[in-house]
């Protein structure tokens, strides 16, 4: 009896058991299945929406690819007393194929250039009104994305022969699976990324509205265009890039406050801000998400890594209100707000492009060289000057823009050495040392990709 | 084998038969230690079907044949005693077994005695547990059992502890083992919040439990199917026993200190050194100017900058100078330190009730400044006849463990970064009479550039980082004797965690925190685990020869974890610490996972003649984590054993006691993969106030089970009279499908993918030896030596190289260290030099050197897996005092330095107090030294090369106890039954070749399968000595 009883307890624990393997059937809960994620115009919004995120990575365009950038060109005028490794090789020049920020810029971009490319490749479910501005700000956001690799992975476009020097990978369609030797790109040749940056950057103007938030607006689209036109050496076309956003009227250059602060820059308190009338296009950080990785090596208030040495302070001319923007201790201010938006595109910067690429055509597209150049100066308090040359068109740039990620760039789109503008000296512009290595486990993943020269 | 037939039916027929003539014989069995009487001791008629088991108090009835005229006493842990009937009477005083052969050994599912284990299980009883005053029950285990690798990551209390059973058998799935407690699998999640895993074992109070059994091999562990490749640890609590009802008490305390400390640079010798590194900075200033720079300007400035620099970091003064500041900054990374723990339980029982109750308090303060652990718990095993045929009984305990603790490794808030501040930096800054780094008179707020990096003294008086953990383990249990030798058992369990951690860091802290007016964080998760195990026992003999003992059953799991979390800034002030009061709410979270697994599994012991053993297992499992194409996997097991001694050939032996020659072979599982492994997922991220989504991991709907094909054979003996038993056991372990996160071209937008690629291999030899080495009325003195070799190699991974520094790469073991072959400093000019190492055209290496990093290839720098590893016990027993020496030991790794970019740089990576032998840095042309120039933030020699590595091998004198036991006749004049006082040393000393705090170190932000034996600041093993009491009523 009791042997019965057991048995059949037994069995029909057995029995629940099988209906057990349904509860094998689980669900995540902070993630969704990536045939579900793509469904609505909404759900393709929050992707493009994901992938500004992934663009404002830490070592993207959350700063790290410009501090980076800085601290290649420095040639005496900045100290370095970091202990992060990695940038310390970068200060140095002596950058292992492995070293960690190198590494991440390369892929926290890819992920981003992925993101992007979901995004195009889901606008079939956009709603109508809405098309133009996704298809534009994804292609904006794969542009930039792009230009910033070809010109820290590669050689500069004035270094040999652009269609002959190896750019960087690039990647148009979204990977939804792995696909073996299919994903082992080559690297597509330098003329060949531009090509594409600029296609992308055109299309997004196009497309883009006027009126965006914070997100691309057609003059970010510009605004990039000019930079990247600059960058090979197109005056005519970076000119007039530049003077579109100018003459869109949208934008207008902040002043100094009280304290001689230019607004900018300003800083109060960490906290949220909005974009200053000055941002074209800026990197939000807010208290729960983004990063400003300048903040993080530049700032007193983060690790205070980089100091200012002489050599940079007699760049100003002693009346010069930008001088603020350095402390008594000799670090920079400029971004001092940890939860300061990373200011990517600034009107300023597109009044040095019109003047530079004006001057350099012996042009007045827009206005006079000099008139440009004044809008930069008064605003930092400097007396206007009659007349420009070349040289102080450079300089109120390099002053300008200074530690914002510029000075490799236009190192080697000038085609001068390290130290030009501290009074000579330092490496080539086109030195191999000037070019981030190709990532190491990169490398080894793909047989196809080739490694750059020195490294 | 007609034999074998006849005896089964005959065995079967006359089972009914032999009644015949029958007389009843009564008697008493005790223990002839303490001539208490002894229950459930089973009395059989030689050569008689009959057997009953004793009463409460030792007393027996038995009805047997009038024929039979002995009888057989046999007792688990007692020898077995035939006694002759004399006048209807049988009593016996049974005396304590000493060979091990008789020892019972929790398997899976069941229980076995020691001489019929055919697989490999090692046990560690509750004698070498109890008292071991360390906060988790891992450390009393370290050298007690072969082929068990313990390690603690570093001496910060109630964080992760590295068991490696037999080796590494995943690259990246888990590879710890899995815990069972009295039948139910443990959770062992991570929930720390800062980086450094923390030890959710160190839940369990050590008290409690009776033994430890490691199931090594695939045999023994593949009834635990898909989670056995890493082995499979038991852990039984106590019982009580039917008898006088027992109360103890227990008591000690003691102090801990650092098991070491390193030697830095003094005020003297750190301004001399970075004076001689700024002149090397100038030289290294003027190259590429092209004359533009001259040496002596450079030499100005560059001594301009120090100088200036020596005086902040010498509170704005110059008494640098004069070193009239010479602060040890080391000796402010620990405090005292001391540990007490409080012990009471009840035990005791009848013939149909046992019970036992036991509490405990344990108080624990760390070594390093604001660690502290505290910890109570209780628990109640009981367990009651209904019927005879069916007992029911519970297993219940709770805990709360409150642990105060300290950032992880990698911050510079952990205590042990305070050794990068210089030594010319008073701990008061006199400007302000406040800590140095608290106030900045300037601004008004916390310095941003004094000291030389953030003091962690700010983080000891400013912060609090609180983590309670409350957990409840149970499970509820009832086995009935269906028929004759056939049981029921069923069990459901529950594992239950609630933990809170509660972080505020104030004003003060703001450097570290990167916010300036206080940060909070506050987490909750809960972890539900739930198990049930149902299964049959059928237990049978066969004539006089076949002994089978089969078990089948199945087992349901499934896990759920919830967790919530924020953050907040902006306190009004530091008297605010709870997150409703900070201004800025910055983060919050809530999150849930779970899994769950579906199991069905069945043994066969079949006993031939007492002496051919063989043991088949299988287990068949479900689980959440795997794609749907490969939900489910088997698990196979088979063994063999041969007591070779009870054959004829051997049987008259004089030296041999016993011989047994086991094999087994089997297949057991892993699947320690994150829940959603196979999934291709987005996940949320969010944009300027927007929410967004990504791509987050992409689909292998394939994936399933890495498995693990083990083969181990191995012989037990014992010889001289039994007093020396022997176990030698080899073993190879092969595991396929590796789950292993590969890496993608990262174009694809993805870094990794986990798939089923690779293989490994393990094989090793583990060998045991016990001996009584003097067995006299007064005088004992046991011996216990256990050694084990594992070779790890990696066979397989696709042609992937996982890591940088260790690394997981082919034909190599696991987590090996790879990097720069070092060579020292040029003697022309003080750079650092490295070993090229690049193959030349004919095969052979490149031996030249390079200053250029970039040009040397990176080749083995080391291993951080031992050769073998050892313990060494021994134990003297004179009248009441008994002493026991345990010696522990790792040998043949090696210990990367990861802190040695900083504080062993040729002060080339900055103002970090350099370790002593920087000293030896070259000065001049012609200087051979390995060393490089020191040069002021020109990192001369700090990239990852074999400058930082050291032999890690270690032998410890892991624990030693001197006891007294009163005497019977003191005892019962005190109206007491037992005491014993006792001074007990953990880690009392070590000696090794490494010159960091403790070689048993592995850097606790980073520690992985892969990252392994790295040094980075980590807090020293606890060096402890405590006074304990024990008393019995």
Redesign the interface.
């Known amino acids: 009896m ?2 019965n009883i ?2 059949l ?2 069995l029909t ?2 029995i629940l ?1 099988l209906g ?2 349904k ?4 669900t ?8 579900n ?1 793509l469904k609505t115009s909404s ?1 393709v919004e ?9 663009l ?1 990575a830490t070592d993207l365009y959350g700063g790290g690819a410009f501090v980076t950038a800085d601290l290649l060109a420095d ?2 005028e900045i ?5 992060y ?1 990695g940038m ?2 970068i200060k ?1 020049k ?5 070293n960690a920020f190198t590494q991440d810029t ?2 926290e971009a ?2 981003a ?3 992007v ?2 995004v195009l490749s889901a606008l079939s479910v956009v709603t109508a009104a809405k098309k133009d501005k996704v298809e534009g700000e994804a292609k904006f956001i794969r542009a930039c994305i792009y230009f910033e690799l070809v010109r820290l992975y590669a050689k500069a476009w004035n270094d040999g022969n652009p269609a002959a020097n190896d750019g960087v ?1 690039i ?1 148009l369609t ?5 696909s073996g030797s299919a ?3 080559l690297r597509d040749k330098v003329s060949v990324v531009y090509a594409q940056v600029i296609k992308d950057l055109t299309e997004a103007e196009a497309l883009l509205p006027e009126s965006n938030g ?1 997100f691309a607006t057609n003059a970010s689209a510009a605004g990039m265009l000019a930079r990247v036109y600059l960058q090979k050496g197109d005056y005519a076309n970076a000119r007039d890039a530049a003077d579109r956003v100018i003459e869109s009227g949208n934008y207008k250059l902040t002043q100094a406050n009280a304290d001689d602060i230019i607004e900018e820059f300003l800083y109060t ?3 949220a801000e909005d974009n200053t009338t000055e941002d074209i296009f800026a990197i ?1 950080v ?5 990063v400003n990785t300048f903040q993080t090596f530049y700032s ?3 690790r ?1 890594d980089i100091s200012i040495k ?1 050599a940079h302070y007699d760049l100003y001319e002693p009346d010069d209100l930008r001088l603020n923007l350095i402390s008594s ?1 000799g670090y920079v201010t400029k971004f001092d707000n ?1 939860y300061g938006n990373v200011h990517i595109i600034r009107l300023s910067e597109m009044y040095l492009i019109r003047a530079e690429a004006n001057f350099r055509s012996n042009t007045t597209t827009g206005a006079e060289p000099v008139d440009d150049i004044n809008m930069v100066r008064e605003r930092a308090g400097l007396d206007a000057l009659a007349a420009v040359t070349l040289a102080d068109i450079l300089k109120e740039r390099k002053i300008e823009l200074s530690f914002e990620g510029f000075n490799l760039h236009d190192i080697k789109r000038l085609g001068v050495s390290t ?1 030009y503008f501290t ?5 080539p512009f086109d030195s191999p040392k000037l070019i981030f290595p190709i ?1 190491k ?2 490398i ?3 047989p196809n ?1 080739s490694q750059n020269e ?2 | 084998m007609k034999k074998i037939s006849f005896y089964l039916v005959f065995g079967i027929l006359c089972a009914n038969i032999v009644l015949a003539q029958t007389r009843e014989i009564t008697g008493k069995v005790t223990d002839a230690k303490d001539g208490a009487g002894l229950s459930g001791v089973t009395v059989s008629g030689k050569n008689d079907q009959s057997s009953t088991i004793t009463g409460t108090d030792g007393t027996f009835t038995l009805k047997i044949s009038s024929k039979t005229t002995a009888v057989i006493f046999s007792y688990v842990g007692y020898k077995t005693t035939e006694v002759k009937i004399n006048d209807g009477q049988a009593n016996i005083a049974l005396v304590q077994g000493d060979n091990q052969l008789a020892e019972v050994v929790v398997v899976g599912y069941g229980t076995k005695i020691r001489r019929d284990v055919t697989g490999s299980i090692a046990k560690v009883a509750a004698k070498e547990l109890n008292n071991t005053p360390v906060t988790s029950f891992e450390s009393a285990i370290q050298g007690r059992a072969a082929g068990v690798l313990v390690s603690q990551q570093n001496g910060k209390l109630g964080q992760g502890i590295n068991i490696r059973i037999r080796g590494s058998a995943s690259v990246t799935a888990g590879n710890e083992p899995l815990y069972v407690i009295d039948g139910i699998p443990l959770q062992n999640t991570d929930l720390s919040g800062n980086g450094a895993t923390t030890n959710s074992l160190a839940d369990i109070n050590i008290n409690d439990i009776e033994s430890i059994e490691i199931l090594k091999d695939a045999s023994a562990a593949a009834i635990y199917g898909s989670r056995g490749s890493n082995g499979v640890v038991l852990i039984t609590t106590k019982k009580g026993k039917a008898g006088k009802s027992k109360i103890e008490f227990g008591y000690y305390t003691g102090t801990q200190k650092p098991t070491g400390k390193r030697e830095f640079l003094n005020a003297k010798e750190y301004v001399d050194y970075f004076t001689q590194a700024a002149a090397g900075a100038a030289a290294q200033d003027t190259i590429g100017s092209n004359g533009s720079y001259l040496y002596e300007d450079a030499l100005i400035d560059e001594m301009d900058y120090l100088n200036s620099r020596l005086t902040r970091y010498s509170a704005g003064n110059e008494d640098w100078k004069t070193q009239k500041v010479n602060t040890n900054w080391q000796d402010q990374a620990f405090q005292d330190a001391p540990i007490s723990q409080y012990d009471l339980n009840f035990s005791g029982g009848t013939d149909k009730t046992t019970f036992y109750m036991g509490g405990q308090y344990l108080d624990q303060t760390g070594i390093v400044r604001r660690n502290s652990l505290k910890r109570y718990s209780g628990r109640l095993n009981l367990e009651h006849k209904v019927r005879d045929w069916l007992s029911v009984g519970v297993n219940m305990s709770f805990a709360r463990t409150f642990n105060k603790r300290v950032s992880n490794d990698n911050a510079f808030s952990t205590p042990l970064q305070i050794v990068a501040l210089s030594p010319i930096t008073p701990l008061i800054d006199p400007r302000t009479g406040l800590t140095s780094g608290a106030l900045d008179l300037n601004t008004g707020n916390p310095n941003t550039n004094y000291p030389v990096y953030y003091n962690p003294v700010l983080s000891v008086e400013n912060t609090k980082y609180n983590t309670v953990v409350n957990r409840t383990i149970g499970n509820l249990f009832a086995s009935a004797n269906i028929a004759k030798g056939l049981t029921f058992r069923t069990e459901f369990g529950m594992d239950q965690l609630n933990q809170n951690e509660d972080n505020f860091a104030g004003r003060l802290t703001a450097r570290n925190q990167g916010v300036p007016n206080g940060a909070g964080y506050n987490s909750s998760d809960q972890i539900l685990n739930v198990n049930t195990n149902n299964f049959l026992r059928y237990v049978t003999t066969f004539g006089q020869a076949s002994d089978f003992d089969v078990v089948a059953g199945t087992s349901f799991q499934k896990y759920q974890l919830t967790s919530n979390s924020a953050s907040a800034e902006e306190f009004p002030s530091d008297s605010y610490k709870k997150l409703s009061a900070g201004a800025s709410k910055t983060a919050a979270t809530s999150s849930a996972t779970d899994w769950a697994l579906l199991s069905y599994f069945a043994r066969a012991n079949y006993k031939f003649k007492d002496r051919y053993l063989l043991s088949v297992s299988g287990r068949y499992d479900g689980s959440s984590r795997f794609g749907a194409n490969n939900r489910y996997g088997f698990f196979p097991a088979v063994s063999v054993g041969w007591i070779m001694s009870d054959e004829e050939f051997l049987k008259n032996s004089t030296w041999l006691s016993f011989l047994k020659l086991k094999a087994s072979y089997g297949l057991t599982g892993n699947s320690e993969i994150s829940n959603y492994a196979s999934r291709g997922l987005y996940g949320a991220n969010a944009y300027g106030g927007f929410g967004g989504q990504v791509p987050t991991q992409l689909p292998n709907p394939d994936l399933k089970w890495e498995s693990t094909a083990s083969l181990d054979v191995g012989i037990e003996a014992s010889v001289i009279d039994k007093r020396v038993t022997i176990e030698v056991d080899y073993y190879q372990r092969q595991t396929r499908d590796l789950l292993l996160s590969v890496n993608v071209p990262s174009t694809t937008g993805f870094l990794s993918k986990i798939q089923n690629v690779g293989k490994l291999e393990n094989k090793g030899v583990e060998f045991t030896i016990n001996s009584a080495n003097v067995v006299t009325k007064n005088f004992r003195w046991s011996t216990n030596l256990n050694f084990a070799a594992n070779r790890n190699k990696i066979t397989n991974l696709g042609g992937q190289q996982i890591g940088t520094l260790n690394r997981a790469q082919e034909g190599e073991p696991l987590g090996v260290f790879y990097a720069k072959e070092f060579a020292g400093a040029d003697p022309a000019n003080g750079d650092a030099l490295y070993v090229r190492n690049s193959l030349n055209s004919d095969g052979s290496k490149d031996r030249t050197t390079t200053n250029d990093v970039n040009e040397a290839a990176d080749v083995r720098i080391g291993n951080p897996n031992p050769d073998f590893i050892y313990g060494f016990g021994n134990t003297f027993t004179y009248k009441g005092l008994d002493l026991d020496v345990l010696l522990q030991g790792v040998s043949g790794n090696d210990i990367f330095n990861g802190g040695g970019q900083y504080m062993s740089a040729s002060g080339s990576n900055g103002f970090d107090n350099q370790t002593r032998d920087q000293l030896n840095a070259w000065k001049k042309p012609g200087d051979i030294t390995m060393v490089p120039e020191a040069r002021l933030f020109y990192a001369n020699g700090t990239d990852n090369s074999s400058r930082y590595i050291s032999d890690g091998s270690y032998l410890r004198v892991k624990a030693i106890t001197l006891g007294y036991n009163l005497s019977p006749k003191l005892l019962s004049a005190l109206h007491i039954d037992r005491a014993r006082f006792y001074v007990r040393a953990q880690n009392l000393f070590t000696i090794t070749k490494y010159k960091g705090w403790d070689p048993e170190v592995n850097a606790d932000y980073q520690a992985t399968n892969i990252d392994q034996g790295v040094d980075f600041y980590s807090a020293p093993q606890l060096k402890t000595i405590v006074f304990g009491i024990n008393i019995g009523l």
């Open positions: 009791k042997s057991f048995s307890l037994f624990a057995t058991f057990c393997s509860e094998l059937d689980t995540p809960y902070s993630n969704i299945d990536q045939n994620a759900d929050g992707l493009l929406v994901g992938s500004y995120a992934d404002g040639f005496n100290s370095w007393s970091g202990t490794q310390t090789q140095n002596a950058i292992p194929v492995d390369w892929t890819y992920k250039i992925n993101d490319n979901n990978p990647k979204p990977t939804v699976e792995l994903d082992q790109l914070f308190r960490a906290k939000q807010t208290t729960t998400a983004g007193e208030l983060g205070n002489d201790d940890v130290g009074g000579g000296g330092g490496l990532p486990r990169d080894l993943v793909n990709l020195g490294y």
